[in-house]
C-alpha cells in the first residue's frame, strides 16, 4: 500500500541523491530482528553525489552491521563505476547484484556488466527466486 502511494519527479541530471534514499530504508524504516530475511532492493540508473563518498561507505557499513541484504537493481544511464559501487553494496551485505539488459526492451541502452557469467530472466522472476533464496 505504501509503495503504491509513492512518486517520483524530477531527473535528468546525472548524479542522483541515492544516499538519501539508503539512508532513509535503512535508517528511516523498522527492520523486523525476527525476519529471516531482511532485503532492499535499490534501483537506479545514476551513481550517487561524489560528495556523498563517505557517506555510501558509512551506510554500506551499517547496513551489514544490521544484517539488511542491499540487491542493487541499475537500469539504463548507469556507468561502469556505478556498477562497481553496487557490486561493492551486493558483496558487502551479501546481497544479490542485478542489472537490466537490453533484453528487458526498456529505457535507453543498458551497460553490458563488466564481470562475470550473465544470464537472462525476466525481471519478476528473477526477483522472486532471489527473495525465495534468501528465505530458505
Do not use: C
Amino acid at each position: 500500500q505504501n509503495l503504491g502511494q509513492q512518486t517520483a519527479e524530477g531527473g535528468g541530471d546525472y548524479e542522483e541523491a541515492v544516499e538519501e534514499a539508503l539512508s532513509d530504508a535503512i535508517h528511516g524504516h523498522e527492520w523486523s530482528d525476527a525476519a529471516s530475511a531482511k532485503l532492499l532492493f535499490l534501483v537506479l540508473d545514476a551513481p550517487p553525489h561524489a560528495a556523498a563518498k563517505d557517506q555510501m561507505q558509512q551506510l554500506l557499513l551499517d547496513a551489514a552491521e544490521r544484517g539488511i541484504r542491499v540487491i542493487p537493481v541499475i537500469a539504463s544511464g548507469a556507468d561502469q563505476n556505478t556498477e562497481f559501487l553496487m557490486r561493492s553494496f551486493a558483496l558487502g551485505t551479501g546481497g544479490s547484484y542485478v542489472t537490466l539488459t537490453n533484453d528487458s526492451g526498456i529505457g535507453d541502452g543498458h551497460l553490458e556488466p563488466s564481470v562475470g557469467e550473465t544470464e537472462v530472466y525476466k525481471l519478476n522472476d528473477l526477483l522472486l527466486e532471489i527473495i525465495n533464496d534468501y528465505l530458505q
